[in-house]
């Protein structure tokens, strides 16, 4: 019975659920139906704890050995000798921050007018303790502006030179010779002259040694001077010379200062008209002086004692003032002036320098500067722009001209007059760097005599010029070019002849275009070209001489 009950109640169960599915046969997959879900939040779901296995590896066996192992050791001798290895530290070479010195530098060059150059300067470079060196130079032109050899000139100079430092001081000297040969060629054009009766030739040997201090922040500083020079012509013109010249001065602070500088010269000249001449001068000049930021003060004396011979000398010793002061209201403006009376000493070895067409003098005097006084502005824009603006005034006796001979107007005589000069003076500078800087300056002089029988002022001053203009140029681009333009110019200047008719002129003015060129091919060889009066002006800076055209010199430089 039991059974039979369970097979029914399954029937109906089987037979309910197939009526329930034929039902919801008609529905599409995925569609939601009404359902109702029930959330309980405190239920918690434990699960049981599953113990841990620590059972430990097992041991694994260790393996035999399959033997034993004997070792026989055995002493090896050797009959060889044993090497003997010399140990030396490594050197490291490292470069150096200095740049290289050279001993010595030869340049060599040539012309037209026939012009050879050759040039040479040797000096040490590793001592620390003495320095010498040794310099030859000769410059000639062969042919000149008038019937060649004629007008030809040649230079030839020879120095040698050396200083010993010491810790303390300095002991230095030079040696040298000096060769310059010159033609009277000013006479009148299409005279028939041989060259080797007009020549001039001058012979200097000169030599001088002396001492100096060498740290100039020590309180006391001085440097003394010893020397002497032979000088003579092609004629009858002698002057031989010994020199003594010092200074010192002590430093009280960083802007007081006080020292004496003295000069000592004792001359024996000789020519056609006088010889057995002692001339003396002795030149003692003390002083102080004041610098601080903005103001500058040296106030001193000059006391000179000479013995120069002429008509209405007043007395052989001569005391005169000296001061010079600027001030610098800011560092682009600055006032200056000066008032200094002087002795200004002459030779006729400076006279032949500046005029190496002299003839036979017939007596050699001092300039006496009674006074000279100057006053002006001057200035500095931020280190780049400089200028000075001025005007000086002096006294002077026994200024000296030049004036052709009576003799002999190829030559030219000295002569003196006493002046007074007013000069006004301005010069200007920039500087562009490294690369580029330039420098001009101008002058005028006017000059009024006292001579009471000379009534035109301004013509007594025989071959000295009334305006001078000067403008440098230096150029470097790079490290292998320098190059260097000038412009020299001067006028107004009145001659004299004193043979006669005809006897004063004024001089065409005098306009000089230079310019060098100097090239680096290495650091050892350079190649230049000079050039001189290159707007071949016919200039003449003393009467009937004229200067040479066009003239160029081109050459090498090498060190070594």
Same mark, same amino acid.
């Given at each position: 019975m039991n059974k039979s009950l369970i097979?029914?109640?399954?029937?109906?169960?089987?037979?309910?659920? #197939?009526?329930?599915?034929?039902?919801?046969?008609?529905?599409?997959?995925?569609?939601?139906?009404?359902?109702?879900?029930?959330?309980?939040?405190?239920?918690? #779901?434990?699960?049981?704890?599953r113990p841990r296995n620590f059972e430990s590896a097992p041991n694994l066996p260790q393996p035999e050995g399959q033997g034993n192992f004997n070792y026989d050791v055995r002493d090896f001798f050797f009959t060889l000798d044993p090497s003997i290895s010399e140990l030396k530290p490594y050197q490291k070479r490292f470069s150096s921050t200095t740049q290289a010195l050279n001993h010595g530098l030869v340049k060599l060059g040539y012309g037209n007018y026939q012009s050879p150059l050759a040039e040479l300067h040797i000096n040490n470079v590793e001592s620390d303790y003495l320095n010498f060196g040794l310099f030859l130079k000769h410059l000639g032109f062969y042919e000149g502006p008038v019937d060649k050899e004629n007008s030809a000139e040649d230079h030839t100079n020879f120095r040698l030179s050396a200083s010993y430092f010491?810790?303390?001081?300095?002991?230095?000297?030079?040696l040298g010779y000096d060769r310059d040969r010159y033609h009277f060629y000013g006479y009148t054009p299409g005279t028939e002259v041989i060259a080797d009766e007009i020549q001039q030739l001058f012979h200097t040997i000169y030599g001088q040694a002396g001492i100096r201090n060498i740290e100039k922040d020590d309180p006391v500083n001085y440097e003394l001077k010893l020397g002497a020079r032979l000088f003579n012509d092609d004629y009858d013109a002698r002057e031989h010379e010994i020199n003594f010249s010092g200074?010192?001065?002590?430093?009280?602070?960083?802007?007081?200062?006080?020292?004496?500088?003295?000069?000592?010269?004792?001359?024996?000249?000789?020519? $056609?008209?006088?010889?057995? $001449?002692n001339r003396n001068y002795v030149k003692f000049s003390p002083y102080v002086k004041y610098q601080n930021e903005s103001f500058e003060v040296k106030a001193g004396a000059n #006391?000179?004692?000479e013995n120069d011979v002429y008509a209405d000398k007043g007395n052989d010793f001569h005391i005169f003032p000296s001061i010079e002061a600027s001030y610098n209201l800011q560092e682009e403006f600055a006032l200056y002036a000066s008032y200094i009376g002087d002795v200004k000493r002459n030779t006729y070895y400076g006279f032949a320098l500046e005029n190496p067409y002299l003839g036979p003098s017939e007596q050699l005097l001092n300039t006496i500067q009674k006074f000279k006084a100057e006053g002006g502005i001057r200035g500095s824009v931020e280190d780049a722009f400089t200028y000075k603006l001025g005007v000086a005034y002096g006294d002077y006796e026994n200024m000296h001209f030049y004036g052709n001979s009576m003799n002999d107007s190829t030559r030219f005589q000295i002569v003196y007059d006493d002046t007074q000069v007013l000069n006004y003076t301005g010069s200007l500078g920039y500087s562009f760097g490294s690369q580029y800087q330039i420098n001009?300056?101008?002058?005028?002089?006017?000059?009024?005599?006292?001579?009471?029988?000379?009534?035109?002022?301004?013509?007594?001053?025989?071959?000295?010029?009334?305006?001078? $203009?000067?403008?440098?140029?230096?150029?470097?681009?790079?490290?292998?070019? #320098?190059?260097?333009?000038g412009l020299d110019m001067m006028g107004g200047i009145d001659v004299i002849n004193f043979t006669g008719a005809d006897n004063i002129d004024t001089l065409s003015p005098i306009i000089d275009l230079n310019a060098k060129v100097d090239y680096k091919i290495t650091d050892r060889f350079s190649v230049f070209a000079h050039g001189n009066n290159l707007l071949n002006q016919k200039n003449e800076r003393y009467w009937n001489y004229q200067s040479r055209?066009?003239?160029g010199i081109g050459g090498l430089t090498f060190k070594f």
């Amino acid at each position: 019975m039991n059974k039979s009950l369970i097979i029914i109640c399954l029937l109906l169960i089987g037979t309910a659920s #197939l009526s329930f599915a034929q039902e919801n046969k008609g529905n599409e997959r995925g569609e939601v139906t009404n359902a109702e879900f029930v959330i309980r939040k405190d239920r918690i #779901l434990n699960l049981p704890t599953r113990p841990r296995n620590f059972e430990s590896a097992p041991n694994l066996p260790q393996p035999e050995g399959q033997g034993n192992f004997n070792y026989d050791v055995r002493d090896f001798f050797f009959t060889l000798d044993p090497s003997i290895s010399e140990l030396k530290p490594y050197q490291k070479r490292f470069s150096s921050t200095t740049q290289a010195l050279n001993h010595g530098l030869v340049k060599l060059g040539y012309g037209n007018y026939q012009s050879p150059l050759a040039e040479l300067h040797i000096n040490n470079v590793e001592s620390d303790y003495l320095n010498f060196g040794l310099f030859l130079k000769h410059l000639g032109f062969y042919e000149g502006p008038v019937d060649k050899e004629n007008s030809a000139e040649d230079h030839t100079n020879f120095r040698l030179s050396a200083s010993y430092f010491s810790e303390f001081f300095e002991v230095f000297g030079k040696l040298g010779y000096d060769r310059d040969r010159y033609h009277f060629y000013g006479y009148t054009p299409g005279t028939e002259v041989i060259a080797d009766e007009i020549q001039q030739l001058f012979h200097t040997i000169y030599g001088q040694a002396g001492i100096r201090n060498i740290e100039k922040d020590d309180p006391v500083n001085y440097e003394l001077k010893l020397g002497a020079r032979l000088f003579n012509d092609d004629y009858d013109a002698r002057e031989h010379e010994i020199n003594f010249s010092g200074k010192t001065y002590y430093n009280f602070n960083d802007e007081t200062k006080a020292g004496v500088d003295l000069a000592a010269f004792l001359t024996s000249p000789s020519d $056609i008209t006088y010889s057995d $001449i002692n001339r003396n001068y002795v030149k003692f000049s003390p002083y102080v002086k004041y610098q601080n930021e903005s103001f500058e003060v040296k106030a001193g004396a000059n #006391l000179v004692v000479e013995n120069d011979v002429y008509a209405d000398k007043g007395n052989d010793f001569h005391i005169f003032p000296s001061i010079e002061a600027s001030y610098n209201l800011q560092e682009e403006f600055a006032l200056y002036a000066s008032y200094i009376g002087d002795v200004k000493r002459n030779t006729y070895y400076g006279f032949a320098l500046e005029n190496p067409y002299l003839g036979p003098s017939e007596q050699l005097l001092n300039t006496i500067q009674k006074f000279k006084a100057e006053g002006g502005i001057r200035g500095s824009v931020e280190d780049a722009f400089t200028y000075k603006l001025g005007v000086a005034y002096g006294d002077y006796e026994n200024m000296h001209f030049y004036g052709n001979s009576m003799n002999d107007s190829t030559r030219f005589q000295i002569v003196y007059d006493d002046t007074q000069v007013l000069n006004y003076t301005g010069s200007l500078g920039y500087s562009f760097g490294s690369q580029y800087q330039i420098n001009a300056s101008a002058n005028y002089y006017h000059y009024m005599f006292e001579d009471d029988e000379n009534t035109d002022f301004e013509t007594g001053a025989w071959q000295k010029p009334k305006w001078e $203009i000067n403008v440098h140029n230096t150029f470097t681009p790079d490290d292998k070019w #320098l190059i260097q333009a000038g412009l020299d110019m001067m006028g107004g200047i009145d001659v004299i002849n004193f043979t006669g008719a005809d006897n004063i002129d004024t001089l065409s003015p005098i306009i000089d275009l230079n310019a060098k060129v100097d090239y680096k091919i290495t650091d050892r060889f350079s190649v230049f070209a000079h050039g001189n009066n290159l707007l071949n002006q016919k200039n003449e800076r003393y009467w009937n001489y004229q200067s040479r055209g066009i003239q160029g010199i081109g050459g090498l430089t090498f060190k070594f």
